[in-house]
């Protein structure tokens, strides 16, 4: 098993400080952090396949907890059914670049591809969740273009080796990782 850590530093209106942990196995990867930061506050854990596919997250907000399912394409928030995440693939909390990630890994994008994902998109503070349609665009070795195609919402994105965010311009900066 190989663990990493890693925090970042929220920049701008969101004034954060987050540390992340992700353990790599042959059962999958578990990303497990914590936002610390006013109402941004949370923690979370994330469950991955060994390719990379979501699984399972729990999120928590003070006293209130959500858990995440999807098995086999059907989603479930707190145990009730969720036709309507039906397409998602990935899971984005709002608070954390860490679940950029996620379709950064499991796509494995060649410079200049792209690609649109369907993700459950979780909002904190209020853990709600609903369907977001995102876009990624490998435009260098290190760097992806992320773009929301529900909003207009458009950032480059640098990442290290395991495609975890180094700086997210206006949102988040790396403090440390290993």
Same mark, same amino acid.
């Given at each position: 098993m190989r663990t990493t850590r890693i925090s970042w530093t929220g920049v701008g209106s +969101? /004034? $954060?400080v987050e540390r992340c942990t992700t353990e790599y196995s042959d059962d999958g990867i578990r990303i497990v952090g914590e936002v610390d930061g006013g109402e941004q506050a949370c923690r979370y854990a994330v469950r991955l396949a060994p390719d990379g596919g979501f699984h399972h997250a729990t999120i *928590?907000?003070?006293?209130r907890v959500t858990?995440? /399912? #999807? $098995?086999d394409g059907a989603w479930t928030v707190d145990g009730a059914a969720r036709p309507d995440l039906a397409g998602a693939t990935d899971l984005d909390i709002t608070v954390t670049? +860490? $679940? #950029? +990630?996620?379709?950064i890994r499991r796509l494995r994008l060649a410079v200049g591809s792209h690609a649109d994902v369907v993700v459950a998109w979780v909002h %904190?503070?209020?853990? *709600? %969740?609903?369907?977001?349609?995102?876009?990624? $665009?490998? %435009?260098?070795?290190r760097a992806y273009c992320f773009e929301s195609r529900d909003h207009n919402f458009r950032r480059t994105l640098t990442v290290d080796d395991?495609?975890?965010v180094l700086s997210y311009p206006g949102l988040f900066e790396r403090v440390t990782g290993s």
């Amino acid at each position: 098993m190989r663990t990493t850590r890693i925090s970042w530093t929220g920049v701008g209106s +969101a /004034e $954060t400080v987050e540390r992340c942990t992700t353990e790599y196995s042959d059962d999958g990867i578990r990303i497990v952090g914590e936002v610390d930061g006013g109402e941004q506050a949370c923690r979370y854990a994330v469950r991955l396949a060994p390719d990379g596919g979501f699984h399972h997250a729990t999120i *928590e907000v003070g006293e209130r907890v959500t858990h995440i /399912e #999807n $098995t086999d394409g059907a989603w479930t928030v707190d145990g009730a059914a969720r036709p309507d995440l039906a397409g998602a693939t990935d899971l984005d909390i709002t608070v954390t670049p +860490a $679940t #950029n +990630a996620l379709p950064i890994r499991r796509l494995r994008l060649a410079v200049g591809s792209h690609a649109d994902v369907v993700v459950a998109w979780v909002h %904190v503070p209020s853990l *709600e %969740v609903q369907l977001s349609r995102q876009r990624y $665009t490998r %435009v260098g070795p290190r760097a992806y273009c992320f773009e929301s195609r529900d909003h207009n919402f458009r950032r480059t994105l640098t990442v290290d080796d395991d495609g975890f965010v180094l700086s997210y311009p206006g949102l988040f900066e790396r403090v440390t990782g290993s």
